[in-house]
């Protein structure tokens, strides 16, 4: 065969190759994403799971399993055999409040490191942060970072001045001061910088002390879903827990 034949079916073999690398990477996008599971099936359906489309999910009775899809979150109940089409319609207000959460803008920078901008009306139910973005200073865990340059920390508690200490594994400490009303500041980075896999210790005076590992997204998409597949992939797992919460689920 001579090198003019050879050419077109080169081009072909690469213009294949090219083919079969963007379908894999869409099917690395699930169609949907377990973001809260409880029942007999709750090992089979954990928090962070991928679902693939026309997936089926089957429960038992007791199950209740809240998937992220591109219309937004929804509770599968069991008993039953549900396939993941996304083909389900939602109520807008629900899309809403998951746009709200999943926002990256959480509030103001004051001079003094506190953050303005969270709601002063009283939550209802337990108190949880505003934003999947902000980290839970009570409860610690792995969080996905969109700014490490902008992290809020959170407390639910805003009745009263507030204080802790944030500890890097090098020694690298700051204190952590919040004034009464606020449950938000601003991560210390300039003393303690935020760094991708680290694991951080918080100590609170007067409450347990917990660790916080961070992981540094290298961008962060405009969708839900999108944002969903990747605190999934870096075990974000109380944050996929908020987005459950924006549905009342």
């Not at 591109?70 to 319609?89: Q, Y």
């Not at 004034?179 to 409450?207: C, E, H, I, M």
């Not at 969708?223 to 549905?247: R, S």
Request: charged fraction near 15%; glycine fraction near 12%.
């Amino acid at each position: 065969m001579s090198l003019v034949s050879r050419r077109p079916m080169k081009a072909l073999a690469l213009g294949i190759a090219a083919a079969t690398m963007v379908g894999g990477a869409a099917q690395a996008l699930a169609q949907a994403v377990v973001v809260r599971s409880t029942g007999p099936s709750a090992a089979a359906y954990p928090m962070g799971k991928k679902l693939p489309a026309n997936a089926s999910v089957s429960l038992k009775p007791g199950d209740h399993v809240t998937v992220l899809d591109k219309s937004g979150t929804r509770v599968l109940s069991g008993p039953g055999i549900f396939t993941m089409t996304g083909a389900v319609d939602r109520n807008a207000g629900v899309g809403t409040a998951l746009a709200s959460l999943m926002a990256r803008s959480g509030g103001a920078r004051t001079r003094t490191g506190a953050v303005r901008g969270a709601p002063t009306e009283a939550p209802v139910g337990p108190p949880a942060p505003e934003s999947v973005w902000y980290i839970d200073v009570s409860k610690g865990g792995t969080y996905c970072v969109a700014d490490p340059a902008q992290v809020i920390l959170w407390r639910p508690n805003r009745d009263a001045d507030g204080t802790g200490k944030l500890a890097a594994p090098d020694g690298a400490m700051a204190d952590v001061a919040w004034r009464a009303g606020n449950a938000l500041k601003l991560w210390p980075a300039a003393s303690v910088p935020v760094t991708d896999g680290q694991t951080y210790k918080f100590v609170n005076p007067v409450g347990q002390t917990v660790q916080i590992t961070t992981k540094v997204l290298a961008s962060v998409p405009e969708d839900p879903l999108e944002v969903a597949n990747l605190l999934a992939d870096d075990g974000c797992t109380a944050q996929l827990g908020l987005i459950a919460n924006a549905a009342g689920n």
